[in-house]
């Protein structure tokens, strides 16, 4: 029996190119990068004359470095932060994280006399053995016990703690501050006392040496 020869397959026809549609045109790389280049010139033009878009700028400043230029920020005082900790925690449950006080038992702290003295050693004796009786301050009498910290405050605490009482300008006090050394030494020179002070006594040592 003979064998038919294989029917070849035709070739498929050649592909036909897709039409463009009209007015349809190839947009070249570099346009993109052109596009891009000038969206960062715009973003950094409005940078620079809009502020940094931050809130806190306005005329006449058009930057944030002509702003902290013009208003600069004061160095930060460790003692300052230091003391308004310990202020929180043993100063202002009696008076209060105003400074204000709660009269009539627990005297202002702001714009007081007593704070505002040129020398603080009044103060100091008041924190170390605590204070008992009537005190005038700011033409009002308070009268009420305050604790001593002697026993648990150290001297660099105690010295952070009226720096920030003297120094704190939110309550009208502008006070020099006060050293550990003027603690240390007023606690030394104090050892045999034993008792809180009275107002008539601490009148009696001046107030007037910074």
């Not at 549609?21 to 000038?38: D, M, N, Q, S, Y």
């Not at 973003?43 to 400043?61: D, H, K, M, R």
């Not at 470095?65 to 004061?74: G, V």
């Not at 505002?116 to 009420?144: Q, S, W």
């Given at each position: 029996?003979?064998h038919?020869p294989?029917?070849?397959t035709?070739?498929p026809?050649p592909a036909?190119?897709?039409p463009?549609?009209?007015g349809?045109a190839?947009?070249p790389i570099w346009?993109f990068?052109?596009?891009?280049?000038g969206?960062?010139?715009?973003?950094?033009?409005?940078?620079q004359?809009?502020?940094?878009?931050?809130?806190?700028?306005?005329?006449?400043?058009?930057?944030?470095a002509?702003l902290?230029?013009?208003n600069?920020?004061?160095?930060?005082?460790?003692a300052l932060a230091?003391g308004?900790?310990l202020?929180v925690?043993?100063?202002?449950?009696?008076h209060?994280n105003?400074?204000?006080g709660q009269p009539?038992?627990?005297?202002?702290?702001?714009g007081?006399?007593?704070?505002n003295?040129?020398?603080p050693d009044?103060?100091?004796r008041?924190v170390?053995h605590?204070l008992?009786g009537?005190?005038t301050?700011?033409?009002?009498?308070?009268n009420?016990?305050m604790?001593?910290?002697?026993?648990?405050l150290?001297?660099?605490?105690?010295?952070?703690?009226?720096t920030y009482?003297r120094?704190?300008?939110?309550w009208?006090?502008a006070a020099?501050?006060v050293?550990?050394?003027r603690?240390t030494?007023i606690?030394q020179a104090e050892?045999?006392?034993?008792?809180p002070?009275t107002?008539e006594?601490l009148l009696?040592?001046p107030?007037?040496k910074?």
């Amino acid at each position: 029996m003979k064998h038919k020869p294989p029917i070849a397959t035709p070739p498929p026809p050649p592909a036909v190119p897709r039409p463009e549609p009209p007015g349809a045109a190839t947009v070249p790389i570099w346009l993109f990068g052109l596009l891009g280049a000038g969206l960062l010139a715009a973003a950094w033009y409005l940078y620079q004359t809009a502020g940094e878009f931050s809130p806190q700028v306005y005329a006449p400043y058009r930057t944030l470095a002509e702003l902290r230029q013009a208003n600069p920020k004061p160095a930060a005082d460790p003692a300052l932060a230091t003391g308004a900790l310990l202020y929180v925690k043993t100063c202002s449950p009696c008076h209060q994280n105003t400074g204000l006080g709660q009269p009539p038992m627990y005297p202002p702290l702001a714009g007081s006399d007593w704070v505002n003295a040129p020398g603080p050693d009044r103060l100091v004796r008041i924190v170390l053995h605590g204070l008992h009786g009537p005190i005038t301050v700011k033409d009002a009498t308070f009268n009420n016990i305050m604790v001593p910290w002697k026993d648990f405050l150290k001297d660099e605490e105690i010295a952070a703690l009226l720096t920030y009482l003297r120094r704190n300008q939110s309550w009208g006090n502008a006070a020099p501050a006060v050293t550990p050394a003027r603690v240390t030494a007023i606690r030394q020179a104090e050892t045999t006392r034993d008792g809180p002070w009275t107002a008539e006594e601490l009148l009696k040592i001046p107030a007037d040496k910074p």
